[in-house]
Nanobody
Framework: QLQLVESGGGSVQPGGSLRLSCTAS????????IGWFRQAPGKVREGVSC????????NYVDSVKGRFTISRDNAKNTVHLQMNNLKPEDTAVYYC????????????????????WGKGTLVTVSS
């Protein structure tokens, strides 16, 4: 079983930055694509970013392109989401999730297809 734990959330002013981490245990992340998702109060869950198992391929939702960067360190079993120039509309609980990606070809993560989920970390962007 793969366990995922998110960290790095918090409160920040608009224009600020946060770095989220998703740390795995139980299994190696080497063969898993990792997605970051978020859910704001009263809204449906949204896919934010996804990285293939090697990290060579990534994908972002349009609203975060140019501001967020996903990266992974498989040796440390960790995936990061660097979030810059944060906006109030980025306020949400952020979740990381994993899905098997043995062919290193999965870089679009669908919430319905993910095998493992963390419990989330809250990001609040407010002045």
């Amino acid at each position: 079983q793969l366990q995922l734990v998110e960290s790095g959330g918090g409160s920040v002013q608009p224009g600020g930055s946060l770095r989220l981490s998703c740390t795995a245990s139980g299994l190696s992340l080497n063969y898993y694509a990792i997605g970051w998702f978020r859910q704001a109060p009263g809204k449906v869950r949204e896919g934010v970013s996804c990285t293939s198992s090697s990290g060579d391929s990534t994908n972002y939702v349009d609203s975060v392109k140019g501001r967020f960067t996903i990266s992974r360190d498989n040796a440390k079993n960790t995936v990061h989401l660097q979030m810059n120039n944060l906006k109030p509309e980025d306020t949400a609980v952020y979740y990381c999730a994993a899905v098997a990606d043995y062919s290193d070809s999965r870089y679009r993560c669908s919430g319905n297809e993910m095998d493992y989920w963390g419990k989330g970390t809250l990001v609040t962007v407010s002045s």
